[in-house]
Structure formats: structure tokens, C-alpha cells
């Protein structure tokens, strides 16, 4: 059974930076995509970055391009999301999510696995 764990949520000041992680367990690296979805009070959850665990190929949103980094450790099965410059439209809570195969920048309803979240807020 997939378990994601995710960690390294909290509050900081704009212009602050985070460090998500996501431990996985009973998951295998490969042919799989894993992401990190968040969802804001009142508003649907996004996308937020993605990685094909096979390759190393990663995707963002516009959003966060140039803020945030996605990368994998596959010695641990842990996902990491380090996000700099962070800004106060970036507040939300922050999901890992896995999948095997398919299209790593599908949307959330195609991905199978997912963590409890983690809450980040920003403060400005």
C-alpha cells in the first residue's frame, strides 16, 4: 500500500523560503510521476510542480517558475519542493501526490496516491 508522508510546512515572512518534503513508502520510482499539488481556502487544488521519477523531467506552473524546485532523492523515496521568494499568494495547503505512468502534468484527478498536506502560510 502507497503511503505519502509529507513534512517541512510552516510560516514564514515573504521573501522567506520552505523546504517540503515527501516520504514515500511502498511506492517504487521509475516509470512514475510525483507532484505537489496545493489548494487555498475557496479555491480548487493546482498543480504545482512535477517530476518524472524515471528521468528527472520536471514541469511548473507559471506561477512558480524560477521560485521553486522539485527533485527526488530515490536512495530515501523522498520528494522535496524547495521554495524560495516566497510570497503571500503562495499560502495554501501543499499536497504530495503519485501516479504511475501517464502524463506527469496531468491535473489532480489523475493522481492516484496522495499525502495529508501540509500547511504553508506566507505572511507579507
Known amino acids: 500500500q502507497v503511503q505519502l508522508v509529507e513534512s517541512g510546512g510552516g510560516s514564514v515572512q515573504a521573501g522567506g523560503s520552505l523546504r517540503l518534503s515527501c516520504a514515500a513508502f511502498?511506492?517504487?520510482?521509475?516509470?512514475?510521476?510525483m507532484g505537489w499539488f496545493r489548494q487555498a481556502p475557496g479555491k480548487e487544488r493546482e498543480g504545482v510542480a512535477s517530476?518524472?521519477?524515471?528521468?528527472?523531467?520536471?514541469y511548473y506552473a507559471d506561477s512558480v517558475k524560477g521560485r521553486f524546485t522539485i527533485s527526488q532523492d530515490n536512495a530515501k523515496n523522498t520528494l522535496y519542493l524547495q521554495m524560495n521568494s516566497l510570497k503571500p499568494e503562495d499560502t495554501a495547503m501543499y499536497y504530495c501526490a503519485a501516479r504511475y505512468g501517464g502524463n506527469c502534468r496531468g491535473p489532480a484527478t489523475s493522481y492516484n496516491y496522495w499525502g495529508q498536506g501540509t500547511q504553508v502560510t506566507v505572511s507579507s
Open positions: 511502498g511506492y517504487t520510482y521509475g516509470n512514475t510521476c
Open positions: 517530476i518524472y521519477t524515471g528521468g528527472g523531467s520536471t
